[in-house]
Each structure stands twice: as structure tokens, then as C-alpha cells.
């Protein structure tokens, strides 16, 4: 079974985890986003994922961080925090 299949967020509306352009990052909608990883089994997993895909790496609700969450670290940062939790 892949890390998507167990991930919390399966079956919930894509819309709350890519909201649309210009929505602030404390909105409900995305604190509602980020509560679903907070108990998520697999959210090193998706971080890593969001670290390998430059598609999807600015945008979203990806192990319970948003795109400016991230870049803050940098992908490097995440790419090696997510490995070391592995």
C-alpha cells in the first residue's frame, strides 16, 4: 500500500489542500487542511514527496505545511529532514 492510500487527507476534497490564489494561510479552510496532517501516520512521506515534486513544492497543504512554511526551510532542508525520519 503506498503512503497516499494511509494518508489522512485521502478522499477529502483536493480544493481544501490547493486553495485558490490569494487565500491567506490562516484561512479556516486551510487550518482544517493542516489539522487532517497534524494526526496523519504518513506526513513525513508526503513532505518528502513535495520535495521531490518542483511542480507542487510552492503550493499546497503538503505534510501539514504550506508552501511559504517550506520555503522558509528550503527544499534541501525538507529533503533531508524527511530522510532522517524515515
Do not use: Q
Not at 7 to 24: D, I, K, N, Q, Y
Not at 29 to 56: I, M, N, P, Q, Y
Amino acid at each position: 500500500m503506498s503512503w497516499y492510500e494511509r494518508a489522512a487527507c485521502r478522499g477529502m476534497p483536493v480544493s481544501l489542500f490547493f486553495p485558490e490564489r490569494g487565500t491567506t494561510w490562516n484561512s479556516p479552510d486551510l487550518l482544517v487542511a493542516k489539522s487532517f496532517c497534524a494526526s496523519c501516520e504518513v506526513r513525513e512521506e508526503c513532505l518528502r514527496a513535495a520535495a521531490e515534486r518542483k511542480d507542487d513544492w510552492d503550493t499546497g497543504v503538503w505534510g501539514g505545511t504550506t508552501g511559504t512554511e517550506r520555503r522558509r526551510l528550503g527544499r534541501n532542508n525538507y529533503r533531508r529532514r524527511a530522510a532522517s525520519a524515515a
